[in-house]
């Protein structure tokens, strides 16, 4: 790993680290080595100039690089710019989000939904607290040019309980302050989803110096104490009921509370992993406690699981009593805020794919899923923390796979927390795999985690904006590429949902056999870039002409295989061929890491680390430096010299190949200043502003009318033209050449493309 990326601990590592594509290729099947030798092969063969650009391929994550400042404080789109996108995503219309089978509807309208993350780091006010008036104006008018008309409140108890010494007693500033936003957001025709309780101390008094300083466990109190339930529903009533004097209603009267979650990943499974740092560990005395009681035998010995991690009749048992507090609970919250005067959606248990949250989540009208390309950072942030550079090349980004097992038919899904998170090297990728394989499911909408989704400048004003941080969306010009290209994707749905469903059968009893800490097998989960996956209720989510049905009872053989040796991926892959459920052409093939989607429109070819999508407007494309050209609609990528997400996509209307105005996103990665980082992702110092943004540089060429004139332009990341300059045409193409710093003033992720 050379010295200039990041921060290198020792050369021993960086030696270490060489052999890194070794090992990963000893842990690959037979058949996996096989193709890769094959297709570096004929590289050689066929495009012996390549071996001067790159033969072998160097591991990606660590590659050199030429990195430059943004020295630019701008973050605040401009009106009308290329980057607004306020009239490409839909402004949702003044009625109550509903639920109308699989769909999430407004007035009868099933409408694209782009959803933003706000969460206690969100605005630039010291403390995390909620905007002043002039900053909440600009910021919700900023969301909406970015192309968000959904928004999910998180940690708003935090956040209003902020400097209170009373229980239940919000601070007077901070409720004005949320009630203004909400009505600027509302003016936008942006709707929000809203977590009741999202903190450990709820909205009880007296925490100090800060809202997290403290852990009151509220989170697991709620299932086992009558006082914590009770605080919860106080809690709801004041949220719920509270008039907002800036639009005359209460949030449960107001159409544009679009949904609820009850409480933040309530699951108890999964705060007994948290609390043991995800290794086997004693069971909660909370936990224990009430187990024992609930058996009425306090005077005698009661037969509990010996650890966290046990499978064993024992915790079978334990579980089924987790279960039934967890849907009395639920119950309870349910029937709260419906006669509080809320009528619309509402969810929770959204942290856990394992099967023994699966039958509370039955009870639930919507089903929501968070999920992690590394689950490490919910252990905490800052020195020591490790973060590695895994690329969902690597599993065939096996976390969305997990959520996507979670759905359950006959019912909207949603992810309200999904990312790669910095410093991952390899966040780029998601910008493209999570709204590719979201729109293959057809879910109803993905939120990416985030502090704020966007900020209004790099200037270090508010609370974790003094250099990029995990979650840190809005400061980290990579993140926000992602977001800019799912935010097209998604709003003009241009990925059709696969027409075939994969039903995974899993009854209760099955759901909780010795604990039902399994999760659905990775031979399972791959085939949703082939088909929708989701559970089978007892109502079985209705008829559809493409259904195969796969039980999730244990198969020690099958559940241990890759996708790319596994009998049954091969079985199921079969029977969606012989149902129609996937074309005669489509060109899928786990053995050669081939998945397409049925209409052909995602291509992932995992032993090349290269996911492409072409629809009618866009053509894009995460994956290693390109060596030799790929074609992705009418756009020819030559090569490049970085890993990185590229795009084009149209911003006329017109079919890509026809446009005359459209947007080219690249970006590989950025870092902070005087960022320290070890060669296995260990954080030394996670630096400072200025944010650098790595160079990269791509040679493209479009396909075009020799009619007409070309014109490419370096954007401003506030979507400001930097320059233009004139394109060479030839012969019906016209040859494209960006470099993200060629500007070294203005270093960029943005380009337009367009026609004079």
């Not at 780029?428 to 400048?457: K, M, T, V, Y």
Request: hydrophobic content about 40%.
């Amino acid at each position: 790993m050379p010295l200039s990326h990041y921060t290198v601990a020792t050369i021993p590592e960086l030696r270490k680290n060489r052999g890194g594509s070794r090992q990963r290729e000893a842990n690959m099947g037979n058949s996996q080595r096989r193709h890769r030798i094959i297709s570096r092969l004929c590289r050689i063969l066929l495009l012996p100039s390549a071996i001067l650009i790159a033969s072998p391929r160097l591991p990606a994550p660590f590659e050199e690089g030429e990195w430059i400042a943004l020295t630019d404080p701008s973050l605040e789109i401009k009106a009308d710019s290329p980057l607004d996108f306020s009239s490409i995503t839909p402004a949702l219309p003044n009625a109550r989000m509903k639920i109308d089978g699989e769909k999430l509807t407004f007035g009868g309208k099933d409408l694209p939904i782009n959803c933003a993350t706000l969460g206690p780091g969100f605005s630039n006010t010291a403390g995390s607290g909620f905007p002043d008036h002039d900053v909440a104006t600009r910021y919700a008018e900023q969301l909406r040019r970015h192309g968000y008309n959904m928004v999910r409140f998180h940690f708003v108890d935090a956040l209003l309980m902020r400097g209170s010494n009373q229980d239940l007693v919000f601070n007077p500033q901070e409720l004005d302050r949320f009630q203004f936003f909400a009505a600027q957001l509302r003016a936008r025709g942006i709707h929000w989803l809203m977590d009741i309780q999202s903190s450990q101390n709820a909205a009880l008094g007296n925490v100090f110096p800060h809202r997290w300083a403290e852990n009151r466990g509220m989170l697991q109190r709620i299932f086992f104490e009558p006082t914590a339930l009770a605080h919860w529903q106080d809690l709801a009533r004041l949220l719920l009921t509270t008039r907002n004097p800036y639009t005359g209603m209460s949030f449960a009267q107001d159409p544009h509370t679009a949904g609820l979650i009850l409480v933040n990943e309530p699951d108890l499974d999964f705060y007994m992993e948290l609390v043991n740092r995800f290794k086997d560990g004693p069971l909660p005395p909370l936990y224990k406690d009430a187990f024992t009681k609930s058996k009425g035998l306090a005077h005698l010995p009661v037969q509990l699981p010996r650890s966290t991690r046990e499978d064993s009749r024992e915790m079978e048992d334990f579980q089924r009593f987790l279960v039934r507090r967890q849907a009395e609970t639920l119950g309870t919250m349910a029937n709260t805020i419906r006669q509080l005067g809320y009528d619309g959606p509402y969810t929770t248990f959204n942290s856990w794919k394992r099967y023994n949250v699966t039958p509370v989540k039955r009870l639930l009208p919507m089903i929501d899923s968070h999920s992690y390309e590394h689950e490490q950072v919910a252990l905490g942030v800052g020195p020591g923390t490790r973060m590695r550079n895994h690329s969902s090349f690597t599993d065939l980004a096996k976390y969305l796979g997990l959520a996507a097992s979670t759905r359950q038919f006959g019912k909207p899904f949603i992810m309200t927390e999904h990312d790669q998170e910095f410093w991952n090297q390899r966040r780029f990728e998601s910008g493209l795999f999570a709204p590719a394989l979201a729109s293959i499911q057809g879910w109803n909408l993905i939120c990416r985690h985030a502090d704020g989704p966007i900020d209004l400048a790099y200037d270090g004003q508010g609370v974790r904006k003094e250099a990029i941080n995990p979650g840190g969306v809005g400061l980290d010009p990579v993140a926000r590429a992602g977001e800019t290209l799912t935010a097209l994707l998604w709003s003009r749905r241009e990925i059709a949902p696969a027409p075939s469903r994969l039903r995974l059968l899993l009854d209760d009893d099955e759901a909780l056999l010795n604990g039902g800490r399994r999760q659905a097998p990775h031979d399972i989960t791959a085939l949703a870039w082939v088909a929708r996956l989701g559970l089978a209720n007892a109502d079985g989510g209705g008829t559809h002409p493409v259904d195969i049905n796969q039980s999730l009872a244990p198969d020690p053989a099958s559940d241990r295989a890759a996708p790319d040796t596994s009998a049954r991926t091969t079985s199921l892959l079969s029977a969606l061929r012989r149902t129609g459920g996937i074309p005669s052409t489509n060109r899928t093939n786990p053995a050669q890491g081939l998945w397409q989607s049925p209409q052909g429109q995602v291509l992932l070819h995992s032993l090349d680390n290269e996911l492409t999508v072409s629809t009618r407007f866009t053509a894009a494309r995460v994956g290693d430096a390109l060596n030799s050209p790929v074609v992705v609609g009418p756009i020819q990528l030559m090569r490049s010299d970085a890993p990185a997400l590229i795009a084009f996509s149209s911003l006329d209307a017109r079919p890509l190949a026809r446009s005359a105005r459209i947007l080219v996103i690249l970006a590989a990665d950025a870092r902070n200043t005087g960022m320290a980082i070890t060669s296995n992702g260990t954080a030394i110092s996670l630096g400072r502003l200025p944010i650098e943004l790595k160079r990269v540089r791509l040679d493209a060429v479009l396909k075009t009318d020799p009619r007409y004139r070309w014109m490419l332009s370096p954007l401003t990341l506030n979507g400001k033209i930097i320059s233009s300059a004139a394109l060479k045409q030839q012969s019906g193409t016209v040859k494209i050449s960006l470099d993200t710093a060629a500007n070294k003033k203005f270093p960029t992720t943005f380009f337009l493309l367009y026609r004079r």
